[in-house]
């Protein structure tokens, strides 16, 4: 498989203007942490470690658009902008129903137009699910939904932001096989977001099957396996530290020509030490390991969170 086929060289991202713990949020992400730091500090350093990825991603050959949030009306979470948009090879632009009021915010014409714009990406299609949100009915982008396209494999964990009649009305739209389970904490709760404890790669797919129940592990694993990736399994304790919240992308580089970039946050690295990051380091050629640990710990969720991929339309 080509890194081009399941990866993007381009990405969309916002930097927030006001950034902070989102109560609104908070019921369905057990990752979230209450902060007694002054707000505008937690907002400063949001926008810097947002800025610090943008950059990193630049010098690795990654074409970045860094919008910039409003600060009115306030969105905690606009630094996490694939919840609400995805886009696609074929030309398809998808906007999302969000469970939190305060997210719908995010979903801003102006945004689109210039994503587009600055981007080049024409959209060939538009499906938007947003009107979901009056029926209490959500599926919040490659949040909820991690895709394998190279097989067209849509894999959701059911949670509150999850419905699994969207992920199979999504999946029909656009032509995926879906994939629905259950995934839960220690606890016992349901990851907020498949994202956290599944990602998939050119090469590798990495899940956490400790928070599997025995029926769902066995056939999701089988079903990443039969794609022929390397499957590589963590722990909830991993998952905790966001280390499932991976993204690949693709590059060039002159002595390698077309490459893969693996995108972590510092925290996930250090819970990978071993041989699960020697694995993964193996199936791509270049690991960016950025130090995300305000947006993390505050916002509940990590640098895949943080990035729209934008892949290039196929004719």
């Not at 993007?8 to 007694?36: C, D, Y």
């Not at 259950?182 to 994202?195: C, E, I, S, V």
């Not at 060039?252 to 077309?258: C, F, M, R, T, V």
Request: hydrophobic share 45%; charged share 20%; proline share 5%.
């Amino acid at each position: 498989m080509s890194p081009t086929a399941q990866c993007a060289s381009r990405v969309f991202m916002v930097s927030p203007a006001s950034f902070g713990f989102n109560a609104e949020t908070a019921a369905s992400n057990a990752l979230q942490q209450h902060s007694t730091q002054p707000a505008a500090e937690l907002a400063a350093q949001a926008r810097a470690e947002t800025a610090a990825l943008c950059q990193a991603l630049r010098s690795e050959g990654i074409r970045v658009l860094l919008a910039e949030d409003t600060p009115l009306p306030v969105k905690p979470d606009a630094v996490f902008p694939n919840n609400w948009i995805s886009l696609h090879a074929d030309g398809t632009l998808v906007l999302y129903p969000l469970l939190a009021p305060n997210r719908r915010r995010e979903r801003r014409a102006e945004l689109i137009e210039q994503l587009c714009a600055q981007l080049e990406f024409v959209p060939q299609r538009r499906v938007d699910l947003s009107a979901h949100e009056d029926c209490g009915r959500y599926l919040e982008g490659t949040g909820s939904l991690v895709l394998d396209h190279c097989s067209r494999v849509a894999y959701a964990c059911r949670s509150a932001r999850t419905d699994e009649s969207l992920v199979r009305e999504w999946a029909r739209i656009m032509g995926y096989e879906p994939v629905v389970f259950d995934a839960l904490d220690a606890q016992g709760r349901p990851y907020y977001h498949t994202n956290v404890l599944l990602w998939i790669g050119t090469r590798a797919a990495l899940v956490c099957t400790e928070a599997l129940g025995a029926g769902d592990r066995t056939r999701v694993c089988a079903r990443l396996g039969a794609s022929g990736r390397a499957l590589i399994e963590i722990g909830r304790a991993a998952v905790s530290a966001f280390a499932g919240n991976l993204l690949e992308l693709a590059s060039w580089d002159e002595a390698l020509g077309d490459c893969s970039l693996l995108v972590m946050s510092a925290s996930a690295r250090a819970a990978l030490a071993g041989p699960a990051l020697q694995r993964l380091a193996g199936c791509v050629d270049t690991l960016l390991c950025v130090p995300v640990p305000t947006i993390e710990r505050i916002g509940g969720g990590s640098v895949r969170c943080m990035l729209a991929e934008v892949p290039e339309c196929q004719p």
